[in-house]
């Protein structure tokens, strides 16, 4: 069974940065499409970043884009998103995703994955 637990959460002021951290149990997630995303109280889940299997192709919406990395460690079978210059509507409860297949029909829905963890909070005060 998979399991993703995802770490590094907190409260951080506007114009600071966390890690957050995902690590992958039951496979191995160096071989499988992994993605982050949010979700605001009274929004919809929102893609934010995703890498793809090979890890040769990262994707990001423009509201994140230039501020946020996403990158895998193969050895400790984990994905990271580090987040820079943070600003309070980054406020949210962040998920890291897995796809079951290594091919993936859109990085960018929630619907194209199946494996979720229970999320961690990120708070960004002004």
């Known amino acids: 069974q998979v399991q993703l637990v995802e770490s590094g959460g907190g409260l951080v002021q506007a114009g600071g940065s966390l890690r957050l951290s995902c690590a992958a149990s039951g496979r191995s997630s160096s071989t499988y499409p992994m993605g982050w995303f949010r979700q605001a109280p009274g929004k919809e889940r929102e893609f934010v970043a995703a890498?793809?299997?090979?890890?040769?192709?990262?994707y990001y919406p423009g509201s994140v884009k230039g501020r946020f990395t996403i990158s895998r460690d193969n050895a400790k079978n984990t994905v990271y998103l580090q987040m820079n210059s943070l600003k309070p509507e980054d406020t949210a409860v962040y998920y890291c995703?897995?796809?079951?297949?290594?091919?993936?029909?859109?990085?960018?829905?929630?619907?194209?994955?199946?494996?979720w963890g229970q999320g961690t909070q990120v708070t960004v005060s002004s």
């Open positions: 995703a897995s796809s079951a297949s290594r091919y993936i029909s859109s990085y960018y829905s929630p619907r194209y994955y199946d494996y």
């Open positions: 890498i793809s299997w090979s890890s040769d192709s990262t």
